[in-house]
Protein backbone atom coordinates (compact mmCIF):
# COMPACT_ATOMS: atom_id res chain seq x y z
CA UNK A 1 0.00 0.00 0.00
CA UNK A 2 1.18 3.39 -1.14
CA UNK A 3 0.09 7.25 -0.35
CA UNK A 4 1.05 9.80 -2.39
CA UNK A 5 0.76 13.09 -0.32
CA UNK A 6 1.87 16.63 0.37
CA UNK A 7 2.07 17.73 3.72
CA UNK A 8 0.55 20.68 4.00
CA UNK A 9 -2.59 19.27 2.27
CA UNK A 10 -5.91 19.41 4.68
CA UNK A 11 -7.31 16.16 2.34
CA UNK A 12 -3.68 14.45 2.25
CA UNK A 13 -3.96 15.02 6.43
CA UNK A 14 -7.20 13.52 6.99
CA UNK A 15 -6.06 10.43 5.20
CA UNK A 16 -2.97 10.44 7.01
CA UNK A 17 -5.07 10.67 10.14
CA UNK A 18 -7.11 7.77 9.09
CA UNK A 19 -4.46 5.93 8.54
CA UNK A 20 -2.62 6.27 12.28
CA UNK A 21 -6.08 6.04 13.73
CA UNK A 22 -6.56 2.34 12.45
CA UNK A 23 -3.02 1.46 12.78
CA UNK A 24 -1.99 1.23 9.23
CA UNK A 25 0.17 4.09 8.78
CA UNK A 26 3.49 2.05 9.82
CA UNK A 27 2.40 -0.46 6.77
CA UNK A 28 1.78 2.13 4.28
CA UNK A 29 4.84 3.34 2.19
CA UNK A 30 4.67 7.36 2.24
CA UNK A 31 5.79 9.13 -0.42
CA UNK A 32 6.10 12.40 -0.50
CA UNK A 33 5.54 14.60 -3.70
CA UNK A 34 5.96 18.46 -3.94
CA UNK A 35 3.53 20.22 -5.57
CA UNK A 36 4.97 23.19 -6.42
CA UNK A 37 5.78 24.75 -2.92
CA UNK A 38 9.53 24.21 -2.94
CA UNK A 39 10.46 24.44 -6.58
CA UNK A 40 9.52 20.78 -7.46
CA UNK A 41 6.46 19.47 -9.49
CA UNK A 42 6.41 16.28 -8.76
CA UNK A 43 3.04 15.78 -9.19
CA UNK A 44 3.18 16.94 -12.85
CA UNK A 45 5.60 14.31 -13.65
CA UNK A 46 4.14 11.49 -16.31
CA UNK A 47 4.59 8.65 -13.11
CA UNK A 48 1.87 10.33 -11.28
CA UNK A 49 -0.11 11.66 -14.30
CA UNK A 50 -0.43 7.50 -14.71
CA UNK A 51 -1.53 7.30 -11.60
CA UNK A 52 -3.78 10.29 -11.49
CA UNK A 53 -4.56 11.99 -14.87
CA UNK A 54 -5.86 14.96 -12.53
CA UNK A 55 -2.57 15.67 -10.85
CA UNK A 56 -4.17 15.86 -7.37
CA UNK A 57 -2.82 14.42 -4.28
CA UNK A 58 -3.39 11.88 -2.63
CA UNK A 59 -3.18 8.93 -3.95
CA UNK A 60 -4.14 5.51 -2.18
CA UNK A 61 -2.69 2.48 -3.62
CA UNK A 62 -3.71 -0.20 -2.43
CA UNK A 63 -3.46 -3.77 -4.36
CA UNK A 64 -2.34 -1.77 -7.61
CA UNK A 65 -5.86 -0.20 -7.48
CA UNK A 66 -5.46 3.85 -7.21
CA UNK A 67 -7.95 5.35 -5.11
CA UNK A 68 -7.67 9.47 -5.92
CA UNK A 69 -10.54 11.05 -3.88
CA UNK A 70 -9.65 11.90 -0.33
CA UNK A 71 -13.03 11.50 0.74
CA UNK A 72 -13.02 8.22 -0.67
CA UNK A 73 -9.88 6.92 0.71
CA UNK A 74 -10.53 7.52 4.49
CA UNK A 75 -14.03 5.71 3.86
CA UNK A 76 -11.98 3.18 2.07
CA UNK A 77 -9.61 2.69 4.91
CA UNK A 78 -12.18 2.39 7.66
CA UNK A 79 -14.56 -0.03 4.78
CA UNK A 80 -12.08 -2.29 3.43
CA UNK A 81 -8.84 -2.00 5.65
CA UNK A 82 -10.28 -1.56 9.16
CA UNK A 83 -11.20 -4.78 9.98
CA UNK A 84 -12.93 -3.61 13.63
CA UNK A 85 -15.22 -0.35 11.97
CA UNK A 86 -13.30 1.50 14.91
CA UNK A 87 -14.28 4.77 12.85
CA UNK A 88 -17.83 4.85 12.84
CA UNK A 89 -20.48 5.64 15.13
CA UNK A 90 -22.03 2.57 16.20
CA UNK A 91 -25.94 3.90 15.80
CA UNK A 92 -27.51 5.01 12.48
CA UNK A 93 -28.69 7.89 13.29
CA UNK A 94 -25.16 9.13 14.25
CA UNK A 95 -23.73 7.34 11.18
CA UNK A 96 -26.06 9.76 9.31
CA UNK A 97 -24.85 13.00 10.80
CA UNK A 98 -21.17 11.47 9.99
CA UNK A 99 -21.91 11.00 6.24
CA UNK A 100 -23.50 14.97 7.02
CA UNK A 101 -20.26 16.12 8.35
CA UNK A 102 -17.29 14.44 5.85
CA UNK A 103 -19.55 15.86 3.30
CA UNK A 104 -19.32 19.42 4.77
CA UNK A 105 -15.88 19.10 5.12
CA UNK A 106 -15.11 18.10 1.68
CA UNK A 107 -12.74 20.39 -0.65
CA UNK A 108 -13.17 20.76 -4.28
CA UNK A 109 -9.93 21.58 -5.88
CA UNK A 110 -11.56 22.78 -9.17
CA UNK A 111 -11.22 26.98 -9.38
CA UNK A 112 -15.14 27.14 -10.57
CA UNK A 113 -16.28 24.80 -8.14
CA UNK A 114 -13.96 26.08 -5.28
CA UNK A 115 -16.23 29.59 -4.03
CA UNK A 116 -19.45 26.68 -3.90
CA UNK A 117 -19.42 27.26 0.08
CA UNK A 118 -23.16 26.01 0.43
CA UNK A 119 -22.90 22.65 1.07
CA UNK A 120 -18.92 22.75 1.63
CA UNK A 121 -17.16 24.74 4.72
CA UNK A 122 -14.05 23.05 3.38
CA UNK A 123 -14.07 24.88 0.37
CA UNK A 124 -14.32 28.23 2.40
CA UNK A 125 -11.37 27.22 4.37
CA UNK A 126 -9.13 26.45 1.25
CA UNK A 127 -10.20 29.90 -0.28
CA UNK A 128 -8.01 31.84 1.90
CA UNK A 129 -5.04 28.98 1.71
CA UNK A 130 -5.13 28.89 -1.62
CA UNK A 131 -3.08 32.90 -1.79
CA UNK A 132 -0.82 31.55 0.42
CA UNK A 133 0.15 28.21 -2.43
CA UNK A 134 0.14 31.01 -4.45
CA UNK A 135 2.22 33.19 -2.89
CA UNK A 136 5.08 30.46 -2.40
CA UNK A 137 5.13 30.24 -5.88
CA UNK A 138 6.72 33.96 -6.39
CA UNK A 139 10.60 32.34 -5.42
CA UNK A 140 10.30 30.24 -8.59
CA UNK A 141 11.28 32.26 -11.93
CA UNK A 142 8.82 32.08 -15.22
CA UNK A 143 10.20 29.23 -16.49
CA UNK A 144 8.92 26.85 -13.74
CA UNK A 145 5.49 28.34 -13.99
CA UNK A 146 5.15 27.88 -17.77
CA UNK A 147 6.23 24.41 -17.55
CA UNK A 148 3.25 24.07 -14.68
CA UNK A 149 1.46 25.51 -17.68
CA UNK A 150 1.81 23.03 -19.95
CA UNK A 151 2.17 20.07 -17.79
CA UNK A 152 -1.51 20.43 -15.57
CA UNK A 153 -4.38 19.21 -16.77
CA UNK A 154 -6.38 22.16 -15.46
CA UNK A 155 -4.22 24.95 -16.31
CA UNK A 156 -6.55 27.31 -14.73
CA UNK A 157 -4.70 26.06 -11.67
CA UNK A 158 -1.27 27.21 -12.61
CA UNK A 159 -2.83 30.65 -14.50
CA UNK A 160 -4.35 31.84 -11.53
CA UNK A 161 -1.20 31.34 -9.30
CA UNK A 162 0.58 33.42 -12.23
CA UNK A 163 -1.70 36.01 -12.23
CA UNK A 164 -2.09 36.25 -8.13
CA UNK A 165 2.10 37.15 -8.18
CA UNK A 166 1.99 39.06 -11.57
CA UNK A 167 -0.88 41.24 -11.44
CA UNK A 168 -1.14 41.03 -7.33
CA UNK A 169 -5.03 39.56 -7.42
CA UNK A 170 -6.66 39.26 -4.12
CA UNK A 171 -10.05 37.51 -3.70
CA UNK A 172 -12.73 39.81 -3.73
CA UNK A 173 -13.68 41.34 -0.49
CA UNK A 174 -17.55 40.14 -0.85
CA UNK A 175 -16.33 36.56 -1.57
CA UNK A 176 -14.14 36.72 0.99
CA UNK A 177 -17.08 38.17 3.82
CA UNK A 178 -19.40 35.09 1.91
CA UNK A 179 -16.44 32.35 2.92
CA UNK A 180 -15.55 33.61 6.59
CA UNK A 181 -19.38 33.78 7.04
CA UNK A 182 -20.10 29.73 5.76
CA UNK A 183 -17.12 29.02 8.45
CA UNK A 184 -19.15 30.67 11.08
CA UNK A 185 -21.72 29.08 10.50
CA UNK A 186 -20.30 25.75 10.30
CA UNK A 187 -18.29 26.47 13.67
CA UNK A 188 -21.65 27.43 15.17
CA UNK A 189 -23.09 24.27 14.21
CA UNK A 190 -20.02 22.38 15.97
CA UNK A 191 -20.14 24.15 18.78
CA UNK A 192 -23.78 23.56 19.31
CA UNK A 193 -23.64 20.12 18.63
CA UNK A 194 -21.16 19.77 21.31
CA UNK A 195 -22.42 21.44 23.89
CA UNK A 196 -24.61 18.59 25.18
CA UNK A 197 -21.34 17.40 27.06
CA UNK A 198 -20.31 14.92 23.88
CA UNK A 199 -16.59 14.10 23.59
CA UNK A 200 -16.61 14.04 19.56
CA UNK A 201 -18.72 15.54 16.71
CA UNK A 202 -20.52 12.18 16.79
CA UNK A 203 -20.85 11.11 20.10
CA UNK A 204 -18.70 9.57 22.19
CA UNK A 205 -16.04 7.85 20.07
CA UNK A 206 -13.40 9.03 17.56
CA UNK A 207 -14.87 9.00 13.94
CA UNK A 208 -14.23 9.53 10.20
CA UNK A 209 -16.50 13.03 11.30
CA UNK A 210 -13.12 14.33 13.37
CA UNK A 211 -11.35 13.29 11.02
CA UNK A 212 -12.68 14.71 8.26
CA UNK A 213 -13.16 18.07 10.31
CA UNK A 214 -9.68 17.86 12.48
CA UNK A 215 -7.36 19.18 9.42
CA UNK A 216 -9.58 22.42 8.65
CA UNK A 217 -9.56 23.27 12.42
CA UNK A 218 -5.57 22.94 11.89
CA UNK A 219 -5.61 25.13 8.89
CA UNK A 220 -7.96 28.12 10.75
CA UNK A 221 -5.21 28.44 13.63
CA UNK A 222 -2.42 28.06 10.49
CA UNK A 223 -3.89 31.00 8.63
CA UNK A 224 -4.43 32.91 11.94
CA UNK A 225 -8.10 32.83 11.64
CA UNK A 226 -8.38 30.35 14.59
CA UNK A 227 -9.23 33.23 17.23
CA UNK A 228 -11.42 35.53 14.84
CA UNK A 229 -13.60 32.21 14.83
CA UNK A 230 -13.43 30.33 18.03
CA UNK A 231 -12.29 33.43 20.86
CA UNK A 232 -14.85 36.02 19.21
CA UNK A 233 -18.02 36.72 21.05
CA UNK A 234 -20.16 34.51 21.69
CA UNK A 235 -16.68 32.80 22.45
CA UNK A 236 -17.31 29.02 20.67
CA UNK A 237 -16.00 27.48 23.75
CA UNK A 238 -17.25 23.46 23.42
CA UNK A 239 -15.68 23.65 20.09
CA UNK A 240 -12.53 25.19 21.33
CA UNK A 241 -12.38 22.20 23.88
CA UNK A 242 -12.71 19.32 20.78
CA UNK A 243 -10.29 21.21 19.18
CA UNK A 244 -7.65 21.25 21.91
CA UNK A 245 -8.37 17.40 22.94
CA UNK A 246 -8.08 16.84 19.04
CA UNK A 247 -4.97 17.99 18.84
CA UNK A 248 -3.41 16.24 21.34
CA UNK A 249 -4.23 13.08 19.78
CA UNK A 250 -0.97 11.06 19.16
CA UNK A 251 -2.13 10.43 15.44
CA UNK A 252 -2.60 14.21 15.52
CA UNK A 253 0.70 15.25 16.57
CA UNK A 254 2.30 12.70 14.22
CA UNK A 255 0.49 13.93 11.00
CA UNK A 256 0.61 17.46 12.06
CA UNK A 257 4.38 17.97 12.87
CA UNK A 258 5.82 14.79 10.72
CA UNK A 259 7.80 17.56 8.17
CA UNK A 260 10.27 19.63 8.44
CA UNK A 261 11.97 21.39 5.55
CA UNK A 262 15.65 19.85 4.75
CA UNK A 263 17.15 22.24 2.07
CA UNK A 264 18.12 25.84 1.79
CA UNK A 265 15.16 26.53 -0.96
CA UNK A 266 12.70 24.66 1.08
CA UNK A 267 14.01 26.44 4.58
CA UNK A 268 13.68 29.53 2.72
CA UNK A 269 9.75 29.82 1.10
CA UNK A 270 8.61 27.86 4.58
CA UNK A 271 9.91 31.05 6.63
CA UNK A 272 8.95 33.27 4.05
CA UNK A 273 5.23 31.56 3.68
CA UNK A 274 5.17 31.97 7.74
CA UNK A 275 5.46 35.47 7.57
CA UNK A 276 3.06 36.17 4.75
CA UNK A 277 0.69 34.70 6.97
CA UNK A 278 1.37 36.97 9.54
CA UNK A 279 1.43 39.50 7.48
CA UNK A 280 -1.64 39.25 5.61
CA UNK A 281 -3.81 39.78 9.20
CA UNK A 282 -2.31 42.87 9.33
CA UNK A 283 -2.20 44.56 5.47
CA UNK A 284 -5.27 42.48 4.38
CA UNK A 285 -3.97 40.14 1.77
CA UNK A 286 -7.23 37.53 1.95
CA UNK A 287 -9.18 40.12 1.75
CA UNK A 288 -11.01 42.56 4.07
CA UNK A 289 -12.78 39.78 5.88
CA UNK A 290 -11.54 40.24 9.36
CA UNK A 291 -14.03 42.37 11.11
CA UNK A 292 -11.94 45.06 13.51
CA UNK A 293 -11.88 43.77 17.11
Not at 23 to 44: E, V
Not at 68 to 97: F, K, M, W
Not at 250 to 260: A, D, G
Request: with cysteine; hydrophobic share 40%; aromatic share 8%.
Amino acid sequence: MELYYFHDSCCCQKVKLALEEVGLAAACHHKHLDIGRYGRYDHLKDAHLKRNPMATVPVLVHKGRPILDATSQIRYVEEALDGNASLVPPTEHERARMEIIINQCDIDPRPRVLTNFADSWGNAVQLFSLQNISFSHRHYGLRKSLYALVKHPNPMIPMNRILFNLLHIRIEPSVSREALERIEQATREYDALLADGRTYLCGQIYTLADIACLPLLHRLQDLGIMEHVLLRAPTKRSLLNYWMRLRDRPSSKKVFNEWEPKSKIQKAVHTAVRKHRDLALTVGVYGAFIPEA
